[in-house]
């Protein structure tokens, strides 16, 4: 009893510090991008006259309409393509256990340790042989590969968790490998997809590296690789780079706010069937 009253003290202790250390450095950003566009923010401290203005400014001249259409294009073809290849092979590979599916499952688990930052550069000369330099493109293939592993793992775990019997079922009534894919364990999987296509699109949207080392055009990056463009503009502003920044991540804080429910439903069935 004492064992699990002091795990629980020490959880929520390791939790409130976590939440403290996530939570500080955006209410920092928030009162840093509030004070005047030509001074230097010293610690956090709500501004005396917030400059609201700062937004709009940063706004229009980071030209953040015009990125935002760019990674919106890319998370259009990034996240349903991902998802798309993800689902079949995780069924094909947790669920029909295709020939070879435990080496193949071992090849795409390989890919989760390799370090991003040392393939860059061979992907650099990669996309320049492929003529997509400079494009959305160069983005978009890179990321969907560099995603398929762990995508692969999250759905391989989720079909690994349908009980066998369902899968019998279909069968006795008659239901084709497609049929049973589609109609059955398809709905089954809407928690598990909607959990990963929140997690791809987080990771897509910050993307920074890539559309900086692959695109020089900042309006054809996403909107965190365009950031640098921010600070070229205004290097000497950190209010407006603050309020940049806070632009930008929005987008990925307001998507998991509306789908956080069914986030964490996704992760807690594989401890509630275990």
């Given at each position: 009893?004492?064992?699990?009253?002091?795990?629980?003290?020490i959880g929520r202790a390791l939790l409130i510090v976590a939440v403290i250390c996530t939570v500080l450095p955006i209410l920092s950003m928030f009162s840093a991008s509030l004070e005047p566009a030509d001074t230097t923010p010293l610690g956090l401290s709500w501004p005396k006259d917030p400059q609201w203005g700062n937004y709009k400014e940063a706004f229009s001249g980071g030209h953040v309409l015009e990125l935002m259409k760019s990674s919106i294009f890319i998370v259009l073809l990034v996240v349903p393509v991902t998802l798309l290849f993800a689902t079949?092979?995780?069924?094909a590979i947790g669920k029909m256990k295709i020939r070879g599916h435990s080496a193949l499952f071992f090849f795409f688990l390989l890919g989760l340790t390799i370090?991003?930052?040392?393939?860059?550069?061979?992907?650099?000369?990669?996309?320049d042989r492929l003529h997509l330099l400079n494009t959305q493109l160069?983005?978009?293939?890179?990321?969907?590969?560099?995603?398929?592993?762990?995508?692969?793992?999250?759905?391989?775990?989720?079909?690994?968790?349908?009980?066998?019997?369902?899968?019998?079922?279909?069968k006795v009534d008659g239901a084709s490998e497609f049929q049973e894919f589609r109609r059955?364990?398809?709905?089954?999987?809407?928690?598990?997809?909607?959990?990963?296509?929140?997690?791809?699109?987080?990771?897509?949207?910050?993307?920074?590296?890539?559309?900086?080392?692959?695109?020089?055009d900042p309006l054809k990056r996403t909107v965190a690789g365009a950031l640098t463009f921010f600070q070229g503009q205004y290097?000497?502003?950190?209010?407006?780079?603050?309020?940049?920044?806070l632009i930008i991540i929005a987008p990925s804080l307001i998507l998991f706010l509306i789908f956080q429910r069914k986030f964490i439903s996704s992760l807690l069935q594989g401890a509630i069937k275990a």
């Open positions: 009893m004492i064992t699990t009253l002091s795990e629980k003290i079949m092979a995780g069924y370090p991003f930052e040392s393939i860059i550069v061979p992907l650099y000369y990669q996309v160069a983005i978009v293939f890179p990321l969907i590969a560099l995603f398929m592993p762990f995508s692969i793992f999250w759905m391989r775990a989720h079909f690994l968790r349908i009980p066998s019997e369902i899968s019998e079922a279909a059955i364990h398809m709905p089954l999987a809407i928690p598990s997809l909607s959990a990963l296509a929140v997690i791809i699109f987080i990771w897509t949207w910050n993307q920074f590296i890539l559309g900086v080392v692959l695109i020089d290097w000497i502003s950190i209010p407006l780079i603050s309020a940049s920044a």
